[in-house]
């Protein structure tokens, strides 16, 4: 059994869901959930769900966490000392992988990033190389190594245990180099891609960022986010917020729908591992339809629309 | 200000990849600049252009990643040095090394780009490791950069469509994400002129960096094959969402 350090990522309501598939992965190791936004009280009940032992509630003798990812890094590495730990890990959401990138490298330990799947036990990982088009196995037998795990890539199953909250202030204190001075949403309540179970994108026969409202109707009706084609992006019809796809972003939801999509290498690169993929275009011989699970030859702009009324009258 | 970019050869990512070996692939293949290298180098391009100063590529490589080298001196780098290396992909630990080495070697850098991940092994991490070995802060996943009183001010992608502002001083390491920049296309006069800017290849031998046993190994590299042809609906538009619909909630359970 080995003792493994998850770092959770909370948001406004507390312990993000995507974190539920990496405690899994952990589970039945010793795990120490470590929270670094001050509320491992309230972030108790949703770890020990998933089977961590111990909700660490990390903090740094002089600063706040929040002003800087250096110093963020730097009570996670002294957590990994504090504890012994022999893994450290936590979702590769943008902010997991830098948090996670900058305490390997003060570590000076092995990090693989992104991987889709881990077995601790073993010291395993799997992680994509050249753009989904192949995977790398890597075997990880240093005395301290970390990981990210793409969100989505482990299915969250509960296993109870009783967590104990535990507080550590990291003897460590900020250079004042990295200072964040402000956070800007643009978009209030916009779903974040890479953790969305359900995402619907567009390609470039949107036409119009106007037209992506179709999208955003249907996303509504599923629960799901919206992304959009390079193609869709680079016409200006989505900010490359919203881009999946190599330079855009890796996804791995449940359920994929591509609306008005060609199917490119480029854009399999971000969304080849989700688990079904679903495929809407004119157009028969789309190269698209040669690599996913459903097709409807159609035009999105009227199959949307009826993929809506018909998931909404689903739910009356 | 000196100023240096970090780019990798990769396989262009349109390309098929074809296994060998355990561990290997077939460099038979059309290879580029790393994506994401683009935006980092013309933001170098950018900066020394308002401030004067000069741009410096280095790449740590095959002999053929000159080719890459070229096409950052193409669009508006100055020179550029390729750290010789053996391996098709190199631990991050040692490039990150062998990185700082050849910087710090060769000059006082006040800036360094480097893209936020390669589309070959993507690792996102060798810049994080480059800026721990040149002991300056680093910021990745950058959309959005300026120099401001002595330091930068810069935009970082933090997920669901949010930006932190971020404060950070010189001499740092930028991670360059899309958004940063539109890159520029190189001019045909600017190609020709590249072939005759210096590149300076050193073998990583000659570094010295430290090779050590990281405890981490790629053991196995394997293809992943497209899923085959799709099931394909029929029907009116309705029956065919409606078949959709019970497929995606009965059979596949995903609804």
């Known amino acids: 059994m080995a003792k493994i350090g998850v770092w959770i990522e909370t948001g406004e309501d507390g312990v ?47 600063g706040k966490l929040s002003d800087s990812p250096d110093l963020t890094a730097r009570a996670l590495a002294a957590a990994v000392k504090a504890y012994d730990l022999q893994v450290l890990t936590g979702l590769g959401s943008l902010n997991g992988r830098d948090l996670l990138a900058r305490t390997a490298a003060i570590l000076d330990a092995p990090l693989l990033q992104d991987c889709t799947a881990v077995d601790f036990s073993a010291g395993t990982v799997e992680k994509s190389h050249f753009s989904g088009k192949t995977v790398a196995t890597f075997e990880c037998r240093a005395p301290v190594w970390l990981c990210s795990l ?91 917020s919203m881009q999946v796809g190599q330079t855009g972003k890796t996804v791995s939801p449940r359920l994929y729908i591509a609306c008005g999509l060609s199917g490119s290498v480029q854009h399999f690169a971000g969304m080849k591992t989700s688990k079904v993929i679903v495929a809407i275009n004119t157009d028969k011989d789309a190269p698209i339809f040669g690599k996913c699970n459903y097709g409807i030859v159609g035009d999105l702009f009227e199959v949307v629309p009826v993929l809506t009324e018909v998931l909404k009258e689903r739910k009356s | 200000m000196q100023v240096y ?86 631990d991050a630990c040692v490039v990150a090394q062998a990185l700082a080495k050849a910087i710090s070697q060769d000059g006082e850098a006040d800036l360094v780009f480097a893209g936020r991940q390669s589309v070959d092994s993507e690792g996102m991490q060798t810049h994080y490791r480059l800026a721990a070995a040149l002991d300056m802060p680093v910021v990745s996943d950058v959309v959005a950069f300026s120099l401001k009183d002595g330091g930068a001010v810069v935009e970082r992608e933090c997920g669901g469509g949010a930006r932190e502002v971020i404060e950070v001083s010189l001499p740092c390491v930028i991670g360059a994400n899309k958004g940063l920049n539109e890159p520029r296309y190189p001019k045909l006069p600017d190609v020709l002129k590249a072939k005759k800017k210096p590149v300076k290849e050193v073998d990583i031998a000659s570094l010295a960096v430290e090779t050590p046993e990281t405890g981490c190994r790629l053991t196995k590299l394997a293809a992943v094959p497209d899923r085959g042809q799709a099931t394909m609906l029929s029907g009116s538009v309705r029956e065919m969402v409606t078949e959709l619909v019970r497929i995606l909630e009965e059979d596949e359970k995903v609804l």
């Open chain 1, 16 to 62: 993000k869901e995507a974190n539920f598939g990496v405690l899994t992965a952990a589970a039945g190791h010793e795990v120490f959930a470590l929270i670094c936004n001050g509320d491992a009280a309230g972030c108790k009940a949703a770890c020990e769900r998933y089977g961590a032992q111990k909700v660490v509630e990390v903090t740094a003798e002089s």
């Open chain 1, 150 to 240: 793409r969100p989505n890539a482990v299915e969250p199953k509960a296993s109870p245990v009783a967590a104990e909250v535990v507080s550590l202030a990291a003897p460590v204190s900020d250079s004042g180099a990295v200072k964040i001075l402000e956070v800007r949403r643009d978009a209030s309540g916009v779903m974040e891609l890479t953790e969305a179970n359900v995402i619907i994108t567009g390609g470039r026969p949107m036409d119009s960022a106007e037209n992506f409202k179709l999208l955003h109707e249907c996303a509504a009706e599923l629960g799901a986010a919206v992304g959009a084609s390079r193609a869709a992006v680079d016409a200006g019809f989505a900010p490359h």
């Open chain 2, 5 to 90: 970019v970090c780019v990798k050869h990769v396989p262009d990512t349109a390309a098929n990849i074809k296994v060998e070996g355990d561990t290997g692939y077939s460099e038979g293949v059309k290879f580029v600049l790393n994506p994401y290298d683009e935006y980092a180098v013309e933001e170098a391009v950018r900066v020394v252009k308002e401030k004067g100063g000069e741009v410096i590529a280095v790449c740590v490589g095959k002999p053929a990643a000159v080719a890459t080298l070229r096409s950052a001196l193409a669009v508006g780098v100055d020179r550029g040095i390729l750290v010789k290396i053996d391996e098709q992909l190199p």
